[in-house]
């Protein structure tokens, strides 16, 4: 059964979670998501460069996946247009 969990981040709770990730899990991916048509990438985007790129709205979104106690995480973290805060989308696998 997968666990799901939403919530809205202002920046500073976005700040937030890339620090904990970066602190207290290990980091099995970063994706981003430019645009709309276009598929997301990974390979060499760290988490300082996705997280500088969201807090821009440079990229629509970005993808963490990393290992937490055990279990393999995935949030997903969409820039939502308008305002300030985006939102996270958690899954565990």
Do not use: N
Not at 26 to 44: F, T
């Amino acid at each position: 059964m997968l666990e799901l969990e939403t919530a809205e981040l202002d920046a500073t709770a976005l700040s937030q979670l890339f620090a904990d990730v970066a602190a207290h899990t290990e980091l099995v991916a970063v994706l981003v998501k430019g645009a709309a048509e276009s598929l997301a990438e990974g390979g060499s985007v760290t988490l300082d460069d996705a997280l500088a790129r969201l807090q821009r709205r440079a990229v629509r979104g970005v993808q963490l996946r990393y290992r937490y106690q055990g279990r393999e995480w995935w949030d997903t973290l969409v820039a939502l247009p308008g305002v300030d805060t985006v939102r996270v989308v958690r899954v565990a696998h």
